[in-house]
Nanobody
Framework: QVQLVESGGGLVQPGGSLRLSCVAS????????MGWFRQAPGKEREFVAV????????YYADSVKGRFIISRENAKTTVYLQMNRLKPEDTAVYYC???????????????WGKGTLVTVSS
């Protein structure tokens, strides 16, 4: 079992920045990928970014490429999402997810956090 706990959400103005953190605990030694998904009000949950734990290679959704940066800190089993140039359409609950496998779509993630709300509004 793996437990994921997110933090760092909040209210930010358009154009601002925010950093999310996700700490993993439990049987983390076999995690292959950790990343972020989000669900906006009235919409389905969607992929945001994921990082391959062994190599640090990141993957991004087109909607956040160039604005968001995902990174990891091995010693703390923590993944971060630095969100820059935020837009109102980035408003969503952001979920941390992890998988032991090599497929990173939503249905393939093995563990989920409870989510943290990000609101982008003036």
């Amino acid at each position: 079992q793996v437990q994921l706990v997110e933090s760092g959400g909040g209210l930010v103005q358009p154009g601002g920045s925010l950093r999310l953190s996700c700490v993993a605990s439990g049987h983390t030694f076999s995690i292959a990928h950790m990343g972020w998904f989000r669900q906006a009000p009235g919409k389905e949950r969607e992929f945001v970014a994921v990082i391959r734990w062994s190599s640090g290679i990141p993957y991004y959704a087109d909607s956040v490429k160039g604005r968001f940066i995902i990174s990891r800190e091995n010693a703390k089993t923590t993944v971060y999402l630095q969100m820059n140039r935020l837009k109102p359409e980035d408003t969503a609950v952001y979920y941390c997810a992890a998988t032991y496998g090599m497929v990173v779509r939503e249905s393939a993630m093995d563990y989920w956090g409870k989510g943290t709300l990000v609101t982008v509004s003036s």
